[in-house]
């Protein structure tokens, strides 16, 4: 039986608290810091992520056997190696790259070279630091519009511009190199633009061995159609039918999955936790936009339901080096997520409202993100509150569940999106 402490506060952490916690090989589930959700599958210490030293403590005090790392900040702040050099932790799992493997997503230059490296199919691109403006410019007008620019470092999601015109990638690269989002931007990755289709892929693996994950598809814009700004995810489907086609996911296999393992293999960084393939599928061939030290968050909402396996045996495996392609079970049924926010989300929204469940009448699972418990009720606390996530034996069945049960939660200022999974239902019925 294992103690097991799970790290971060989203919907992600409540639904891997979930799916942890009826594992039949756990004893005590520990979330640092949690949330009012994962409050109800086990509980929540009051630690920050980043705060390694008073992490370590707890794991110590508590007898913890497996640490889940759930968001890239600690990770790529290197609380694995912290652990991991503390002689008295040092056989408690991890899983959660160390600093070296997490590079993967906190420095695009660095994703960037290794994919070229390796061969593995990305866009075209150069990096540059704030010293060579004048050769980023030459090097943008070798390119069609529109432009994509970005910071090299971690920058909460936000470090991505697309422009249409030369003038406003000129003036989005000066605003990077001046700071915009600090020690980031110092350096920038400009790169082809790719037309397709984005898909998420996902892998457990350990240095030798990995198992392939539920793929899903994420929806990423605030508005409806795919319009307004970028979000964190404001839906998933899984799997993405239609695009993760099985011609398709041997080329993600062949081409991509297993390069990069091999290429972090050859560059003697030892990695055991979960990577996140953002994909392309240009006509129907895979091109990596970005790679992710963990998994996604509103993916994993809607892939924890998918995964009949016991999760603590499949992490147990990774860090034995037991881990047979077999070890994993999916279901052959359709999942999908529909993210509840609060209205204004991703700008300026308003916190406090409470929020009504009408538990009986509710089919779906609810994993809590933005929420908090003040005066003893449940309040948004944040921008996505909510992923109402459902199976089905077909993707129409599972996105109706959640659409329903929608109907029995209540707040003010509540928003969500009613179109997740539409273009697929209607690619589906064209083919
Ligand atoms: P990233 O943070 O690298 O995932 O970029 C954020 C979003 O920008 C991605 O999810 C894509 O929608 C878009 N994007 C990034 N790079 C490209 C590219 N080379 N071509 C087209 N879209 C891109
Ligand atoms: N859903 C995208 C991400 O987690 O980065």
Redesign the pocket.
């Known amino acids: 039986m294992y103690n097991v402490l799970l790290i971060g506060n989203g919907a992600r952490e409540h639904a891997l608290a979930w799916k942890l916690s009826q594992s039949k090989l756990l004893n005590q589930l520990y979330i640092t810091p949690g949330n009012p959700g994962t409050a109800l599958c086990g509980t929540n210490l009051n630690i920050p992520a980043n705060d390694f030293d008073a992490i370590k403590k707890v794991i110590w005090e508590k007898d913890i056997d497996i640490v889940v790392v759930g968001p890239e900040d600690p990770l790529v702040n290197g609380i694995t190696d912290s652990i991991q050099s503390d002689k008295v932790l040092k056989d408690v799992i991890v899983i959660g790259p160390n600093k070296a493997g997490a590079m993967l997503e906190g420095s ?1 230059a660095f994703a960037k070279s290794f994919m070229q490296k390796y061969n593995i199919p ?2 075209r ?1 150069q990096s540059f630091t704030h010293t060579q403006f004048k050769e980023a410019l030459e090097f943008l007008k070798s390119l069609q519009p ?1 432009y ?1 620019i ?1 910071a090299d470092g971690l920058a909460a ?1 936000k ?2 511009v ?1 422009v249409p015109t030369l003038e406003e990638a000129k003036t989005n690269i000066e605003e990077m190199f001046s700071g915009k989002f600090g020690e980031a931007s110092q350096k920038i990755v400009i ?6 289709i ?1 898909v998420s892929y996902f892998v457990l693996c350990n240095e030798e061995q990995f198992v392939l994950l539920p793929d899903a598809k ?1 929806y ?1 814009r605030i508005g409806e159609n795919d319009t307004g700004l ?1 979000t964190g995810g404001m839906g998933t489907v899984s799997p993405a039918l239609t695009i993760s086609t099985p011609e398709f996911t041997e080329r993600v296999l062949n081409k991509v999955i297993i390069p990069t393992l091999e290429g972090l293999k050859a560059e003697g960084i030892s990695y055991c936790g979960f990577i996140f393939f ?1 994909l ?1 599928n240009v006509n129907n061939h895979p ?1 990596v ?2 790679y992710n030290c963990r998994l996604g968050d509103p993916e994993t909402e809607s892939i924890m339901l998918r995964i009949e396996s016991d999760l603590i045996e499949l992490f147990v495996k990774t860090a034995k080096k037991e881990l047979t392609p077999d070890a994993i079970q999916i279901s052959n049924d359709c999942a999908a997520t529909v993210i509840i926010a609060s209205k204004g989300y991703p700008e300026k929204f308003d916190k406090g409202f409470e929020i009504i469940v009408e538990q009986d009448k509710i089919q779906s699972h609810l994993f809590y993100a933005g929420t908090a418990i003040k005066d003893g009720r449940l309040v948004n606390n944040g921008g996505r509150v909510m992923a109402v996530s459902s199976l089905g034996k077909t993707l129409q069945e599972a996105l109706d569940i959640s659409y329903q049960s929608i109907q029995h939660i209540h707040f003010e200022n509540m928003y969500y999106r009613r179109d997740i999974g539409q273009d697929i239902l209607k690619r589906l019925n064209t083919v």
């Open positions: 695009k990305t866009a691109y529109p994509v970005k999601g470090g991505v697309i790169e082809e633009f790719l037309q397709g984005e994420d990423k970028n953002g392309m091109y936009i970005e």
